[in-house]
């Protein structure tokens, strides 16, 4: 777009942002792996790999990952089970609830920690099934091979945004995260924030924890490993409070996490934090605390 990157006083847009290209790359490399094969430090290192006080934009995928020749992360993690298995009204699978959980920690991370704004594309807000592919013939090569066509289709070349709307799909609880994450930025303002500080990343607990401006992200992505009386680090003393639960029913999560609950934090050093509290961090869930004013 021409203009697009020119500051607002020249007459452009003044866009000064730089996309995180490598991010849905990774993202993709990631979910070709068993769950006991991702690194945490890889995730963190990607997700952090860019230039102090470079503004980026942060996006787990994109156009590269949903053209026709590849697939979205949500058919990456739950493939053909999303044509019989998203209903309500019928049972999920191990596959579907591995799926809807690691899609909303991967959306979360990518947004707390890749950069200082973030995208969504074509429907990856509430996980999208299918790949995009535009009307085309057959390409013929000057070497001869015939590149094949799609009969110039108009069957991919399409979003299905009502799937996000529909009440009775788990698409709809997918969507009404991606709501909450948007409205958790709009209330604590962390993607602008300077404060970042990555306290936990353990390999062995499959457990990230950070902070980001008055915000604690936790993450455990073991696949069935449960933390009772897990501690976290913080710099900040006081009461906490969840404010976005990944594991909330609403989102189409088990509800296992009591959205009421009160956690104090006590002195000490942990973690290189002058403070901590301890939590409940259910498997493949990803719960962000505040710290309350009274």
Request: charge should be negative.
């Amino acid at each position: 777009m021409p203009t697009f990157c020119i500051p607002v006083e020249d007459g452009g847009i003044g866009f000064d942002y730089r996309l995180q290209m490598a991010v849905p790359d990774k993202w993709i490399e990631i979910l070709k792996l068993q769950d006991e094969e991702w690194r945490m430090g890889d995730i963190v290192h990607t997700l952090t790999n860019r230039r102090w006080l470079e503004k980026c934009i942060a996006y787990a995928e994109s156009h590269d990952q949903a053209l026709v020749g590849d697939k979205t992360i949500a058919f990456w993690l739950m493939d053909k089970d999303m044509y019989d298995f998203m209903a309500l009204d019928r049972p999920s699978t191990p596959r579907i609830d591995r799926g809807i959980a690691l899609h909303k920690m991967i959306r979360l991370i990518t947004m707390g920690l890749g950069g200082e704004g973030y995208l969504n594309f074509m429907g990856n807000e509430f996980g999208h099934p299918e790949w995009i592919d535009f009307p085309r013939g057959d390409q013929h090569l000057p070497n001869g091979k015939v590149v094949p066509g799609n009969n110039y289709s108009y069957d991919k070349c399409r979003r299905r945004f009502d799937l996000g709307d529909a009440v009775y799909l788990r698409y709809h609880g997918m969507q009404e995260f991606d709501q909450a994450m948007q409205h958790l930025e709009e209330k604590y303002g962390f993607m602008i924030s300077r404060h970042q500080y990555i306290s936990r990343k353990d390999e062995g607990d499959k457990m990230i924890i950070f902070e980001r401006g008055d915000l604690v992200f936790v993450f455990n992505f073991h696949w069935s490993n449960s933390y009772f009386g897990y501690r976290v680090g913080c710099l900040k003393p006081g009461k906490y409070k969840v404010v976005l639960d990944s594991d909330d029913k609403l989102f189409g999560g088990f509800g296992r996490i009591n959205p009421s609950a009160e956690y104090f934090s006590t002195e000490g050093k942990y973690d290189n934090r002058p403070h901590s509290f301890q939590v409940y961090a259910p498997s493949r869930t990803a719960v962000v605390y505040a710290l309350t004013e009274d």
